[in-house]
């Protein structure tokens, strides 16, 4: 189905895409159908700028269990960062 | 079978009688032929919905499609359209009628018509042509696996789908619903609900759950595909509108 699940959160950084490097300041969050990827569902993230043109995001569709192991790859690295502090 | 077709992007004049594109596949020659609203789903006016609208008039059809995210930008590549669609909350109910309805006069206005529209969507589209036939002056509508028509969105769903089932009174037109036997959303027991509560309000209507078939079915480009129910489910549908579009 589709899900309409859809978080957003504002981030800090930059993200390298069809416009190069670009300012991104929100996270879009869903996991609904995909556009390019062969899967029923997955997780989509964009990295969005949301005062340029959405055709500057940079796009992510993982399946759910790839999201899954990213987000632990994820979480383990900033722990690590945090350890070292 | 047409073997000529008129495939091409027209504007049309939607909700709020805002101008938006719509992608219009007919047959060559003077008709006339019946219409089909085609509803593009949440990840867009893409390339499997304008397919679609070809398929449809190969059989005959004037088949159009309304550019449903228009508003988030009119020339965006369909994935940012649905990106920016996910990003700032879809559409309303309200709009998606408005557009609807602008097909629906576009369809109704072209010298090659016959007078007589259907509509037909997939997924969120089904909920929409369900809703299309609650509320507009169409001839027959297809509602393939279409969620929250009866039930709500879960309360774990940060976006609230309202059901569409209390609008069911006003239908004027006859339904024809497709699912999936292995779908959640709408599962066998929600569609065997809307199915007694259509035959309650004494709807014309004919519903077929597809064995080894779930959410998603039509789709050749996922996993979902199934290629017994598609093919089976495209009969059905052609011989839906053959009695009721003709």
């Not at chain 2, 398929?55 to 059809?61: D, K, N, Q």
């Not at chain 2, 449903?68 to 009628?97: I, K, M, N, S």
Request: hydrophobic share 40%; aromatic share 8%; glycine share 10%.
């Amino acid at each position: 189905m589709c899900t309409y699940i859809v978080e957003k959160t504002p981030v800090i950084g930059s993200a390298k895409g069809a416009a190069g490097w670009v300012t991104i300041n929100t996270a879009v969050v869903a996991v609904d159908h995909p556009s390019h990827a062969t899967l029923d569902h997955a997780l989509l993230l964009d990295f969005v700028n949301s005062g340029r043109p959405v055709s500057e995001r940079v796009a992510l569709e993982l399946s759910v269990e790839s999201a899954r192991e990213l987000i632990a790859a994820m979480q383990t690295a900033v722990d690590a960062f945090d350890r070292a502090g | 079978m047409y073997e000529g077709l008129l495939a091409e992007t027209v504007t049309i004049r939607g909700h709020g009688d805002e101008e938006i594109g719509a992608y219009l596949a007919r047959p060559l020659g003077a008709g006339p032929f019946p219409g089909i609203i085609v509803i593009h789903h949440a990840p867009g006016w893409d390339p499997g919905t304008k397919e679609i609208a070809r398929r449809f008039a190969s059989h005959g059809y004037m088949a159009i499609s309304p550019n449903l995210y228009h508003r988030f930008g009119p020339d965006l590549a369909p994935d940012d359209a649905a990106a920016a669609a996910r990003a700032g909350g879809w559409v309303t109910t309200e709009q998606f009628l408005g557009d609807a309805d602008g097909a629906l006069r576009y369809l109704r206005g072209l010298p090659i018509s016959n007078g007589k529209v259907g509509t037909i969507g997939y997924c969120s589209g089904g909920r929409q042509s369900f809703l299309a036939a609650c509320e507009l002056p169409i001839d027959a509508a297809v509602d393939c696996y279409g969620a929250f028509v009866i039930s709500p969105s879960p309360p774990e769903l940060p976006f609230r789908m309202e059901p569409v089932i209390d609008r069911a009174s006003q239908i004027s037109c006859p339904i024809l619903g497709l699912f999936g036997v292995e779908d959640k959303n709408p599962s066998p027991d929600e569609v065997s609900q809307i199915d007694a509560e259509l035959t309650r309000l004494g709807k014309e209507h004919e519903f077929h759950t597809h064995a080894n078939a779930g959410h998603g079915f039509f789709s050749v480009d996922r996993p979902a595909y199934r290629v017994d129910a598609a093919v089976e489910g495209w009969r059905l549908i052609f011989d839906f509108y053959g009695r009721h579009l003709s």
